[in-house]
């Protein structure tokens, strides 16, 4: 079973590259992480943890920028945004983009703030390049299963 996960990161890899942001898949591989892991895979859970998790990396995009545009002015109003995100998080409102998802994206999106070359619009691709590739295979492997089962019975 695990020897099969080779060519399909391999192939994920591949289209990464293809598209210019190997270097940034590690996002996408977050975002697989949570829905599939966490998540379980499912269907309903899907659009929410993509929302978030690019909602959540455009959240870092702005801790990034605003302050560079802005200065102190620019850091309040990413700081706000932070606070309003957590206030959104705890009352469970806003949940298609306000989510862990959400957080997991942005924590993990602001490291790459320190590095020179960041670059957020990659991380995006990264993470929307994961999700439609993972999301095909979860179809794919459904409606195959599904068969299956059709033909055991």
Known sequence: MILALV?????????????????????????????????????AEFAPALCGS????????????????????????????VVIAIYLLIRGQASLIVNN???????????IIFE?????????VAIVTAAAYVGSLAFLMKRFSGGLRAKAQ
């Open 116 to 124: 020179r070359d960041a670059d957020f619009a990659a991380a995006a």
């Open 54 to 81: 690019l909602g959540g990396l455009g959240l870092a995009f702005l801790l990034h920028s605003l302050p560079t545009v802005l200065g102190m002015a620019g850091m309040a109003i990413g700081l706000v945004g």
């Open 7 to 43: 060519p399909i990161i391999g192939i994920f890899y591949a289209i990464g590259s293809a598209l210019g942001v190997a270097s940034f898949l590690f996002f996408g591989f977050i975002f697989v992480l949570y829905w599939a892991g966490i998540k379980g895979m499912k269907p």
């Open 101 to 111: 998802a959400f957080m997991l994206l942005l924590t993990l999106g602001n490291p």
